[in-house]
């Protein structure tokens, strides 16, 4: 079974461009989670979609980030324009709606210079 | 606001001895706990989890205890392998309420070989 798969796993780029992180989330699973991992916070969940629709965006830090999940097998985060605060690693998971233990996918690295 | 804290970034045990990894939560509403396990350079994986209508969940060398009361959930892991040395994040999440989980800041553990 693949399990999440995101790309790129790195992504180094200049301060105000666009930034665009993609996740394939486990065949079958109906909720998919965006997290992003900092030394402060450990892993803050930014975004979450249940059957492909935004169930809680709250913890998304600015306008700059959006998240979209144009069916069930795909989803993007993109970050516009990217800061150097934003550096961190960005984790997308999945799971089955009600099912407790989401998979995690390797990460995208994300360096902003 | 953290809701589900991990007080020590850090933490160094012999190999063979017992590791003992502690987690706290404010959110009286959280019923369900998990341990994620993290190397370097790859995503959280599950580790163990319980649910608050236990008090204990046992599973090889790992094992949780959780106190309802204190509002406390600890990892052990007896005997320490040097294969353990990985960052150890404590999740929590309401059953019956949104599906996304709540994590912790994370533990480094080192075993010392």
């Known amino acids: 079974d693949a399990g999440v798969i995101q790309s790129p796993r790195h992504e180094v780029t200049e301060m105000g461009q666009e930034v665009t992180l993609r996740c394939k989330p486990i065949?079958?699973?109906?909720?998919l989670f965006w997290y992003r991992q900092t030394m402060m916070r450990g892993l803050e969940l930014l975004i979450y979609?249940?059957?492909?629709?935004?169930?809680?965006d709250s913890g998304m830090p600015e306008d700059r980030f959006s998240a979209k999940m144009p069916n069930a097998s795909f989803s993007t985060l993109k970050i516009q324009p990217s800061e150097p605060r934003d550096s961190a690693v960005y984790f997308c998971?999945?799971?089955?709606?009600?099912?407790?233990?989401?998979?995690f996918g390797q990460g995208t690295r994300l360096t902003v210079v | 606001d953290q809701q589900v804290k991990q007080n020590s970034p850090s933490l160094s045990v012999q190999e063979g001895r017992i590791s003992i990894l502690n987690c706290d939560y404010t959110?009286?509403?959280?019923?369900?706990f998990l341990w994620y396990k993290k190397y370097p350079a790859e995503g959280p994986t599950f580790l163990i989890s319980?649910?608050?209508?236990?008090d204990k969940n046992e599973d090889g060398r790992f094992t949780v205890f959780l106190n309802k009361s204190a509002k406390h959930l600890s990892l052990h892991i007896v005997p320490s392998q040097p294969g353990d040395s990985a960052v150890y994040f404590c999740?929590?999440?309401?059953?019956?309420?949104?599906?996304?989980?709540?994590f912790g800041t994370g533990t480094r553990l080192t075993v010392i070989p």
């Open positions: 998971a999945s799971s089955l709606s009600g099912g407790p233990v989401p998979g």
């Open positions: 065949s079958g699973h109906n909720s």
């Open positions: 979609f249940n059957n492909n629709v935004p169930i809680d």
């Open positions: 959110n009286s509403m959280f019923d369900y």
């Open positions: 319980i649910s608050s209508i236990k």
């Open positions: 999740a929590a999440k309401s059953q019956t309420g949104a599906n996304n989980l709540f």
